[in-house]
């Protein structure tokens, strides 16, 4: 498996490994919705914005993670990010996530068409299993990667501790390889009904 910041685009979205050209546009995207951040490891609204973004380019230095603005192709705005994370070529595994859109940029299209780029791009560069992990407390973030067609693993408890000090626990999605196809079948007519 090997993957690489390129960039990756559709009708929907650009999506656009994180650059120093990027770096205002994202931190106004994610200024917002402070409640939101609660459930996240890291907060990147406001003074928290400089350290988690210094926090995602070293790690993609180090191979471990492509971070992307998402550019929405209807008007050209960054509208939030997006991430595949936690890269274990070794495994063959990956996470996508660390995702955050603007409230006005949630629901439509945006979620899925990011979804379905990071998706195939895993899995036609050799991934066999992508995981999607949220907050066990937050039911629309887990209605949503329901409704992408990843199977629920369970429950991680007190599995990470969120920028706010709570021991989170986390509930645990994973899409394999022989999944990805049905997945993408469900994700392209879901897209097309969007168009």
């Known amino acids: 498996m090997k993957l690489s910041p390129i960039v990756l685009e559709d009708a929907f979205v650009r999506l656009e490994p994180f650059s120093e050209a990027l770096k205002e546009e994202a931190r106004a995207a994610l200024d917002c919705?402070?409640?939101?951040?609660?459930?996240?490891?890291?907060?990147?609204?406001?003074?928290?914005?400089?350290?988690?973004?210094?926090?995602?380019?070293?790690?993609?230095?180090a191979g471990s993670r492509i971070a992307y603005a998402v550019r929405r192709r209807s008007d050209g705005a960054v509208v939030g990010t997006t991430s595949l994370y936690e890269i274990r070529p070794e495994h063959r595994r990956c996470e996508v996530g660390s995702t955050f859109y603007r409230p006005e940029a949630r629901g439509g299209a945006i979620n899925p068409a990011c979804k379905r780029l990071l998706l195939d791009y895993a899995f036609s560069n050799g991934a066999i299993r992508v995981e999607i992990i949220t907050d066990a407390l937050n039911a629309a973030s887990q209605a949503a990667i329901r409704k992408l067609?990843?199977?629920?693993?369970?429950?991680?408890r007190k599995h990470k501790i969120t920028w706010t000090g709570r021991a989170r626990d986390t509930a645990q999605?994973?899409?394999?390889?022989?999944?990805?196809?049905e997945v993408r079948q469900r994700l392209d007519d879901r897209l097309g009904r969007l168009a």
Not at 149 to 156: H, K, S, W, Y
Not at 173 to 181: H, N, R, V
């Open 33 to 61: 919705d402070a409640d939101a951040w609660n459930g996240m490891v890291a907060a990147a609204y406001g003074a928290h914005f400089d350290g988690w973004w210094d926090a995602a380019l070293r790690a993609m230095a």
């Open 173 to 181: 999605f994973a899409i394999l390889d022989e999944d990805w196809p």
């Open 149 to 156: 067609g990843a199977t629920f693993e369970g429950v991680l």
